[in-house]
């Protein structure tokens, strides 16, 4: 039973604009979500972070949103990059040391 | 400095082989996991491994899974009698010690069983 959903499988983004990646979860105890970055035959790299008692975290061109009401989490791109192209896992953990992830989305930025 | 390695980063071996897998850790990271990641599904938690603690091999699928950390280093992850629906990527990351802490992956190994 997968508890980290990303929905939507691939996302095409015009270089410059906003890319926003989304990520549900079902299990309420989760209370530090991460998002990771991933090239083609490269190992997930860590991007960015928040814990659950916050509701934005900012790092550059980064930011993650959480919705806890909703059980929803979304990390904007402003602006997209070429090098910005890759999959993003969104990650989540209950006070523990498992992490559940979702099974990524492919971002593409077209130049 | 160096990041985590593993090794093979392919293997395609035939149905009931054994295969094992080789992870390196950061050097003074003391925690380690092994994922696996088949296509078009999140990476799944297999095993964890704390200094000298006992390992968390809750998410090891069956019992032909087993893993091992040799020295609180370099670790091994045997499939035995593989299948083909253990085709996948096997990902190893470390951490140096406490749960908040991001996870450095490897660059995975993935595996083909004919």
């Known amino acids: 039973d997968q508890q980290v959903k990303q929905n939507s499988p691939s996302l095409s983004v015009q270089e410059g604009r906003i890319s926003i990646l989304n990520c549900d979860y079902t299990?309420?105890?989760?209370?530090?979500f991460l998002w990771y970055k991933k090239y083609p035959a490269e190992g997930p790299t860590f991007l960015i972070s928040?814990?659950?008692?916050?509701d934005k975290n900012e790092d550059g061109r980064f930011t993650v949103f959480l919705n806890k009401s909703a059980k929803h989490l979304s990390l904007h791109i402003v602006p997209s990059q070429p090098g910005d192209s890759a999959v993003y896992f969104c990650?989540?953990?209950?006070?523990?040391?498992?992490?559940?992830f979702g099974a990524g989305t492919t971002v593409t930025v077209r130049a | 400095g160096a990041g985590v390695s593993q090794s093979p980063s392919n293997k395609v071996t035939e149905k009931g082989k054994d295969v094992e897998l080789r992870c390196d850790p950061i050097?003074?990271?003391?925690?380690l996991y092994w994922y696996r990641q088949s296509l078009g599904q999140g990476l799944e938690f297999l095993i964890y491994?704390?200094?000298?603690?006992?390992?968390?091999k809750s998410g090891l699928p069956s019992d032909r899974f087993s893993a091992e950390r040799t020295g609180g280093s370099v670790s091994t992850l045997t499939i035995q009698r593989t299948q083909q629906e253990d085709s996948a990527v096997y990902l190893c990351?470390?951490?140096?010690?406490?749960?908040?802490?991001?996870?450095?992956f490897g660059p995975g190994t993935r595996l083909t069983v004919l």
């Open positions: 990351a470390s951490l140096p010690g406490t749960a908040s802490d991001t996870q450095y």
């Open positions: 491994f704390q200094g000298n603690s006992a390992p968390d």
């Open positions: 050097s003074g990271h003391t925690a």
């Open positions: 928040i814990s659950s008692i916050k």
């Open positions: 990650a989540a953990a209950a006070n523990d040391y498992k992490l559940s």
């Open positions: 299990n309420s105890m989760f209370d530090y």
